[in-house]
Nanobody, 124 residues
């Protein structure tokens, strides 16, 4: 059973930083493409960023480019989301997701495994 567990969420002031972690167990982490999604209150889940299985390729939604960075450590079976220059509109539950066969994408349907989410609240 593949399990994804996010951590690192919390309350931060606008302009601050947080690093989210997602630990993956029970599967072949180094073969998975990994993604991060967010879901703000009353809104649909949306794509934030993704990283290829080797870490050589990353992709981001436009409004986080230059502020957020996705990285991974295959030795630790963990993917990270470094969030800098946070804005109140970044407030959301953040989910990590894994895709078999090294796929990545910007749609929820591209991913096979999901974590339970971690809440990020950015105060103004």
């Amino acid at each position: 059973q593949v399990q994804l567990v996010e951590s690192g969420g919390g309350l931060v002031q606008a302009g601050g930083s947080l690093r989210l972690s997602c630990a993956v167990s029970g599967g072949a982490f180094s073969t998975y493409g990994m993604g991060w999604f967010s879901q703000a209150p009353g809104k649909e889940r949306e794509f934030v960023g993704a990283i290829s299985r080797s870490g050589a390729f990353t992709d981001y939604v436009d409004h986080v480019k230059g502020r957020f960075t996705v990285s991974r450590d295959n030795a630790k079976n963990t993917v990270y989301l470094q969030m800098n220059s946070l804005k109140p509109e970044d407030t959301a539950v953040y989910y990590c997701a894994g895709a078999r066969f090294g796929r990545t994408g910007s749609r929820s349907d591209d991913y096979d495994y999901w974590g339970q989410g971690t809440l990020v609240t950015v105060s103004s």
